[in-house]
């Protein structure tokens, strides 16, 4: 059969480079989903714009006219006026605060469930290559980044631009030629700050990687802490860590270093300017071709001006972080996952029979160089029948359980249930066909009823507990304090070994998918546990195909039919008396754990 090609899921694209605000762009469709906040936010940074320029109109009046005995009660009308400008600057500026920030937290909110809804659709080979520190630093200390940014940044530069840009057409309007002598200027300004701007932008996403290396090592310390512990390795822990959090010091000390360096050229430049024109603009109110509060008018919005330049500069550095968390999250954003829907799925036959079956299928995990896991293996499993997987580590026999739930897809051959290419079927109605037992159980920090409901979200709490007798669950289910309700903690981390395999087990019959799949569901049992669930499974086994992984012979004696699988490849197949009577790899392992000549007559003492 032709090969396939493989669509690699990349483990992290490369970063491009910092240099622009680009990445702020792919936060536009958040924010436009909530057009009235925008549209608010514009209208009260108008307002609170247009107000605050109205103040030197009325200053520039009062100077040339209030003072004047012609017109005595005119100081005691502007004051009035100014003080009706104020109220609407205060109204303005308060409701420009709350569109804008709560904007800003409904961007983030939302922008976190897409990427936590967008990770949980990418496939094993991303997970391979990534380290989950480093993703929930992401999703946690990048997204607080930018609402940051979105928020009072984002507040700040949007009115210190309005702001700007109406002063400096209020400054052309009192005098074009002194206004002329500010675009000089500019570049004498901007150049500069462009300039450093860059280098903010590149130190500050240098200090959000180190940042999130930190935690990633955090994390995964946290996260195997009882073996830290167990190997007296805590001090090589907190070295490792320690080190990382200072190399992110100073990292941030850098980036920190940069915005202090450019806010103070900023001040420095824009006030300069300022005062240079104030000079020009004395010597004209001395030479009578201005008057003092046209220069009065005109300092003020030059003031205006440079104020929201050097607020600018201010917080550029802010939003330079928050382009630079927003590149971080664009990069998983456009994480493609490797296994996907087709464009119009195939529907799975109704109602379901549960043959899963292998048809010459070959497979080299993504980026790895070493052997194929799987070279041309032809395996069905029929309704009813349970086959039991054995052979060393390393054989394939965890890979056939990844192509059957489509973790991947084959390199060469397919993989059908009832009689379906998998990869001709949504994913959603393949893995409600396939239960899965893993060998290390995952549960979550919630209700013992609520980890096995995993298995299926509409049970009811009788389903819910008959599913835990079946497995064995209930022995000790009624001995916790809370009973079924009891929390088990992170990871299950209050239960043991035996305990969170049991609740596995139970989640799978709760689901009652018509294939199974037990990747040494057994292995932590004890013999006495392995016998009820053994028997339990056998009770219902009619009504599923069920693949088996294990190790330990002894529990794949009832099976239907025992697959040796040895360097990607099926070796030997049969029950195990005619598998030890051939005296092959089978009939090996089954002396290494049974013991020396007569590992048929031994494995029937052991099953009996």
């Known amino acids: 059969m032709a090969r396939r090609p493989r669509a690699a899921e990349p483990a992290a694209e490369a970063a491009p480079s910092s ?3 680009r990445p702020l762009k792919a ?6 989903a909530h057009k009235g906040r925008v549209v608010g936010a514009f209208v009260a940074l108008v307002a609170a714009a247009g107000a605050t320029l109205a103040i030197p109109v009325a200053v520039r ?23 009706a400008v104020v109220s609407i600057l205060a109204v303005a500026s308060a409701a420009r605060y709350w569109f804008v920030t709560t904007l800003g937290e409904r961007v983030v909110a939302d922008l976190r469930s897409a990427v936590f809804s967008h990770l949980t659709k990418l496939t094993p080979a991303f997970y391979d290559r990534q380290r989950s520190g480093e993703i929930v630093s992401r999703l946690t200390a990048d997204t607080t980044q ?34 002329a002598l500010v675009l000089v200027a500019i570049p004498v300004i901007v150049l500069p700050l462009a300039a450093f701007g860059r280098s903010v932008r590149r130190r500050s996403r240098s200090a959000q990687d180190t940042l999130a290396n930190a935690s990633a090592i955090a994390g995964e310390a946290i996260g195997a802490m009882r073996g830290v512990q167990a190997f007296n390795a805590e001090r090589r822990v907190v ?27 900023a001040i420095f430049l824009i006030f300069a300017s300022v005062l240079g024109v104030l000079w020009y603009g004395a010597t004209a109110v001395l030479a009578g071709t201005m008057t003092p509060g046209a220069l009065g008018q005109f300092v003020l919005y030059a003031v205006f001006a440079a104020g929201a330049i050097g607020e600018l500069s201010n ?3 802010e939003v330079s ?45 993504p980026g790895d160089d070493a052997a194929p896991a799987l070279r041309g293996v032809t395996l069905a499993v029929e309704p009813g029948e349970t086959v039991a997987i054995v052979g060393p580590s390393g054989a394939g026999k965890s890979t056939l359980f990844h192509l059957a739930l489509r973790f991947y897809d084959p390199d060469e051959g397919r993989v059908t249930i009832d009689g379906v290419d998998l990869r001709e079927a949504s994913l959603e109605s393949l893995r409600e066909r396939v239960a899965l037992v893993p060998q290390d159980p995952v549960l979550f920090a919630a209700s013992l009823r609520e980890n096995i409901r995993l298995g299926r979200a509409a049970a009811s709490d009788a389903e819910v507990e008959e599913a835990a007798r079946l497995a064995g669950a209930d022995r000790f289910a009624l001995a916790l304090p809370a009973g079924f309700e009891t929390e088990l903690g992170e990871r299950g981390v209050t239960l043991s070994g035996g305990q969170r395999q049991r609740v596995a087990l139970a989640r799978a019959l709760l689901k009652d998918a018509p294939v199974l799949l037990l990747d040494e569901a057994t292995s932590a049992l004890d013999a006495e546990s392995e016998t009820f669930v053994q028997e339990a499974l056998a009770a219902t086994r009619h009504a599923r195909a069920t693949l088996v992984i294990a190790h330990r012979l002894a529990t794949v004696l009832a099976a239907d039919r025992i697959v040796v699988l040895d360097e990607g490849r099926i070796v030997e197949q049969g029950s195990h008396a ?3 009577a051939r005296r092959g790899l089978y009939a090996r392992l089954a002396e290494l754990q049974f013991g020396a000549a007569e590992p048929a007559r031994r494995i029937e003492a052991v099953a009996g």
């Open 19 to 21: 240099r622009s605000l």
């Open 27 to 32: 936060l536009a469709p958040f924010a436009l």
């Open 61 to 83: 009046r009062l100077i040339d006219f209030g003072f004047s005995s012609d017109h005595p009660g005119m100081v005691d009308q502007y004051f009035f006026a100014m003080l």
């Open 146 to 179: 930018i609402k940051s940014a979105f928020g009072a940044t984002a507040s700040q530069a949007l009115r210190n631009l309005f702001l700007f840009l109406g002063a400096a057409a209020m400054m052309v309007v009192t005098s074009p030629w002194l206004s």
């Open 239 to 265: 070295d490792r860590f320690s080190l990382a959090v200072e190399n992110a010091y100073y990292a941030a000390q850098s980036a920190i270093t940069a915005r202090a360096f450019l806010t103070g050229v």
């Open 315 to 317: 917080v550029w550095g």
């Open 321 to 365: 972080q928050a382009a630079g968390s927003a590149e971080r999250l664009g990069e998983l954003l456009r994480t493609e996952p490797a296994v996907k829907d087709p464009a119009a799925p195939r529907a799975l036959p109704s109602p379901a029979r549960g043959a899963l079956a292998f048809e010459a299928v070959r497979f080299t995990y």
């Open 578 to 580: 005619e598998l030890v």
